[in-house]
Every structure is written in structure tokens, then in C-alpha cells.
């Protein structure tokens, strides 16, 4: 049958479209909608570079060393004033009463403020949170560290690792703010200079890269 549709005034006839014609439309955009699909996922594929691979093995390094440095640095010292001794003479009684159970060496939940740090002399107050301070340094850094690392890699692989070695060793200067001369260490100062450098080199290196991307055809 026939039917009459109005187009700006104009009144003119067409075929009904069958379900059949519909059918066909439906799967020649379905074709189009696959076809943009597949060119998108084509867009986003990177070939990454057989020296990538540095780059994965400078952030195992950086990531392991940021873990041993916290064994190493707060958890031996922590070890060392927060004796089963020490605990139970200022807190066994009341951590007995309270809870029913002996007090254990260590000193946790304590991270250098608390009630135990409270007994603790000045030398060893200040130098608990000494060592603190050397890994909290390190974990706030090492996450925008190797995300800059990482991205700067995808493009300058062999750039970005020297940049992580660097970074590496940075971190190795910085404990020696463990010294009585503390942020004033020579060390300390390096570790710090090092660490920035490599920051610094990280953010340029992943916004050149992201620049390489924004400019490849």
C-alpha cells in the first residue's frame, strides 16, 4: 500500500518500508557500529619496545626497595625500644585488664606518636621518627614516581630507566637522615637532590611522551 509524508509543505508518496528493509538497515548500521569498533581498538594498541623491559625490571627494583627499606629502617628500630620488656613494665598491667591478653613486643598500632612513644626518651622518640620519616618519604613519592617512570618509558624506555637508577639510589642517600645531623646530612641532602632530580626528569619524560602520542598519525 501506499502512504502520503509531508516535508516542509510538500506533500509526496513513498513505498512502506517492509520488515525486511528494516531488518536490512538494522544489521548495515550494526556493520558501521563494528566497523568503528574495530578501528578504535586498532587506535589504542602500543607496541611496546624490547627495552621496556628495563623499565619493568628498574620498577621491581624501586618497588622492592621501598619494601626493604621499611623492614630495614622503622621496623629495626621499632624492634629495638618497643621490647616485650619495655611494653610490659609501662603497659602490661592495663593492656592485661583491658584486654585480656599480654602485651606483645613491637609496639603496634604505635607509629611514633602514641601512647607508647609517650615513655620513650627524647633520643629515641626523635630517632624512631627519624627512620619514620625515611619510609614515609619514600611511599608518598614512589606511586607518581613510577607512574611518571612508566609512561615516559612507553616511548624513551632507555631514558626512563636511567632516570628510575637514579631515583634508586637517591633513596639508598636519603636514610641518612638517620644521622644525629638529620636533615642536615650530606647524605640526606644528596638522597633529597637525587630524588627531585629524577622527579623532575619523570614529569618531562611523560609529558614528551604523551606529546609523541598526541602527534603520531
Known amino acids: 500500500f501506499f502512504f502520503f509524508q509531508a516535508e516542509d509543505g510538500i506533500r509526496d508518496f513513498c513505498l512502506s518500508r517492509g520488515l525486511?528493509?528494516?531488518?536490512?538497515?538494522?544489521?548495515?548500521?550494526?556493520?558501521?557500529?563494528g566497523s568503528q569498533i574495530r578501528k578504535l581498538h586498532l587506535m589504542v594498541v602500543i607496541t611496546l619496545d624490547r627495552d621496556f623491559g628495563y623499565v619493568i625490571a628498574t620498577?621491581?627494583?624501586?618497588?622492592?626497595?621501598?619494601?626493604?627499606?621499611?623492614?630495614?629502617?622503622?621496623?629495626?628500630?621499632?624492634?629495638?625500644?618497643?621490647t616485650k620488656q619495655f611494653l610490659e613494665e609501662n603497659f602490661g598491667l592495663e593492656h592485661k585488664r583491658i584486654f585480656?591478653?599480654?602485651?606483645?613486643?613491637?609496639?603496634?598500632?604505635?607509629?611514633?606518636?602514641?601512647?607508647?612513644?609517650?615513655?620513650?626518651?627524647?633520643?629515641e622518640w626523635v630517632n624512631f621518627n627519624k627512620a619514620q620519616r625515611v619510609h614515609y618519604n619514600f611511599v608518598e613519592q614512589i606511586t607518581p614516581f613510577l607512574t611518571f617512570m612508566i609512561l615516559t618509558g612507553l616511548v624513551y624506555p632507555i631514558?626512563?630507566?636511567?632516570?628510575?637508577?637514579i631515583y634508586f639510589f637517591g633513596r639508598l642517600f636519603y636514610i641518612g637522615y638517620m644521622q644525629k645531623s638529620g636533615s642536615s646530612s650530606p647524605f640526606r641532602l644528596v638522597g633529597a637532590l637525587?630524588?627531585?632530580?629524577?622527579?623532575?626528569?619523570?614529569?618531562?619524560?611523560s609529558i614528551a611522551a604523551a606529546v609523541h602520542f598526541i602527534q603520531t598519525k
Do not use: H, N
Open 20 to 33: 525486511g528493509d528494516v531488518y536490512k538497515r538494522q544489521v548495515s548500521t550494526q556493520s558501521t557500529w
Open 59 to 82: 620498577s621491581i627494583a624501586i618497588a622492592f626497595e621501598c619494601l626493604m627499606i621499611g623492614f630495614l629502617v622503622p621496623g629495626a628500630y621499632r624492634s629495638k625500644v618497643f
Open 100 to 123: 585480656g591478653v599480654e602485651i606483645q613486643k613491637g609496639g603496634y598500632p604505635d607509629m611514633g606518636c602514641g601512647r607508647y612513644s609517650d615513655k620513650l626518651s627524647y633520643e
Open 159 to 165: 631514558f626512563a630507566s636511567i632516570v628510575g637508577v
Open 194 to 205: 637525587l630524588g627531585d632530580i629524577a622527579l623532575l626528569l619523570g614529569v618531562g619524560g
